[in-house]
């Protein structure tokens, strides 16, 4: 049985008995009710006459908190210690959130009480859940830009886009609007003209004040390859990538729409930046162990096993594997920064930030890697654009195996 109050910002949550999936299902409605008119809230937990809880509820927990692991400022839970590995799991997934346990109600809502009005949001950088990205919506306060796509089919990302996406989202498509035309020797996914790029930028109503917001099917395979163009490319800080993307956004029952946008034209200036390396670069710093190539590629690709995408296998003399499907979860989400940062660390065995270079088949989840460091709090690495695809395509610069 559970029991809900409201209080403003502040929801409470009184646990009796089993705590039974009907339970946790009003439990989600009354968050995403509250999150919905309110923005980021404060959870107080009373599991003191809670006397068990499923599996099932176990993992709709990690589920829904996963979907909204940004959207709690503060959460109290009052517990007995048979509980104590729920409530680590609770504080572990709230990655945003400031979560502490009491023995006491009094104690816990005395520390809820001075949590104080939180300055004024600057924009998202990085990630932002499903819920912060309705709210922005909703006030009209975001562009958003469906970046569906498939190495293998590059027709379904506009099918998809064309059935169904995002209120408000504009298309854009990996290879055409992301990517620039192909000679042979520069790669799968060149980048575009810069300016080509920052024309369409504007024409899709981006201005620099914009906060820009990219979603793909579900792990940021694409959306992070925008989210690089933009924020390191151009300079652009107010970009970010929806946790989850659209498999989140549907699955949490939120709307979807046909509608094609006509945006209203904007102005975008772009500022100078030191985001990339090319072949040259990597050629010159080759065997001199002051750069760190991290490739993107499953493992089997890395070590020249089952090449599918390119002429030949193998990879960059030197390069360390990490595969981009390594920062996700099993559900899809990013992993929380200390996740990452654990992860990442048998590839980069302690190089500095500014010496790490991300490449992969053709740049797109090299962006990825790139994306994930700087949620983990790692940033200053670079990428190289072409990638294996560009490297590959001139015999004579080295392969290992």
């Known amino acids: 049985m559970i029991t809900i109050q409201h209080e403003d910002r502040q929801i409470t949550a009184g646990i009796y008995g089993e705590f039974t999936l009907t339970d946790y299902r009003t439990f989600e409605s009354e968050v995403l009710d509250t999150l919905r008119l309110k923005g980021r809230v404060d959870l107080l937990m009373d599991l003191r006459d809670m006397l068990s809880y499923t599996l099932v509820v176990a993992w709709e927990d990690i589920r829904f908190v996963r979907a909204h692991a940004h959207d709690f400022r503060r959460v109290a839970v009052i517990a007995r210690d048979q509980f104590t590995v729920w409530v680590g799991w609770l504080t572990r997934l709230m990655s945003d959130a400031d979560v502490r346990v009491f023995d006491d109600e009094a104690s816990a809502r005395e520390w809820l009480a001075e949590v104080t009005e939180p300055a004024a949001e600057d924009g998202f950088g990085t990630l932002i859940s499903v819920a912060a990205l309705e709210k922005a919506i909703e006030a009209g306060t975001v562009v958003v830009f469906d970046c569906r796509h498939d190495l293998m089919n590059k027709t379904i990302g506009g099918e998809s886009y064309a059935r169904f996406h995002l209120p408000g989202a504009r298309f854009a498509h990996v290879d055409r609007d992301l990517a620039g035309p192909l000679t042979g020797k520069n790669g799968r996914h060149p980048l575009p003209d810069r300016d080509t790029f920052v024309a369409w930028l504007g024409r899709m109503g981006v201005s ?107 990879h960059i003399p030197g390069a360390v594997n990490h595969f981009f499907r390594a920062n996700l979860d099993a559900m899809g989400f990013f992993k929380t920064p200390a996740e990452l940062r654990a992860g990442f660390a048998p590839a980069l065995a302690g190089t500095k930030p500014e010496q790490i270079v991300h490449q992969c088949g053709s740049g797109i989840t090299a962006a990825h890697n790139l994306f994930a460091m700087e949620v983990a709090g790692i940033t200053g690495t670079k990428l190289y654009p072409g990638s294996w695809s560009e490297w590959c395509a001139d015999p004579a610069r080295p392969v290992e195996k």
């Open 208 to 314: 620099n004040g914009t906060q820009v917001v990219a979603y793909d099917s579900g792990g940021g395979m694409y959306a992070a390859r925008m989210w690089w163009m933009l924020k390191h490319w151009l300079g652009h800080a107010k970009v970010a990538v929806l946790d989850g993307g659209w498999d989140a956004w549907v699955k949490t029952g939120h709307p979807v729409t046909a509608d094609v946008p006509k945006p209203v034209p904007a102005t975008f200036v772009p500022k100078s930046t030191n985001a990339t390396v090319d072949t040259a670069t990597i050629l010159a710093h080759l065997g001199k162990g002051d750069m760190r190539i991290v490739d993107a590629r499953a493992a089997d690709r890395f070590r020249g096993e089952n090449e599918t995408m390119d002429p030949v296998g193998g």
